[in-house]
Nanobody
């Protein structure tokens, strides 16, 4: 049973930083792509970033490019999302997701396994 557990969310002031973690259990990440998604109240789910299993290539939504960085540690079986220069519009519940495939996408429909989410609130 694939399990993902997010952590690291919280309240931060605009311009601040947070690092989200997504720990995987019951499987190893080596052959799985990882994606980070978010959903704000009243809005549709948005793909934020993802990383390939094949070559480690990373992809970002335009709204976070240059501010967020995704990384994976296959030894720790954990994926991270470093979020810098946070803005109030980054406020959302953030989810990690995974699927066994070579190349990732920013579409949630391409992922079968999801974490429970962690709240990120950017406010002064």
């Amino acid at each position: 049973q694939v399990q993902l557990v997010e952590s690291g969310g919280g309240l931060v002031q605009p311009g601040g930083s947070l690092r989200l973690s997504c720990a995987a259990s019951e499987f190893t990440l080596d052959y799985y792509v990882l994606g980070w998604f978010r959903q704000a109240p009243g809005k549709e789910r948005e793909g934020v970033s993802c990383i390939n299993s094949s070559d480690g290539r990373r992809y970002y939504a335009d709204s976070v490019k240059g501010r967020f960085t995704i990384s994976r540690d296959n030894v720790k079986n954990t994926v991270y999302l470093q979020m810098n220069s946070l803005k109030p519009e980054d406020t959302a519940v953030y989810y990690c997701a995974t699927q066994r495939r070579l190349f990732c996408t920013l579409s949630g429909y391409d992922y079968d396994y999801w974490g429970q989410g962690t709240q990120v609130t950017v406010s002064s």
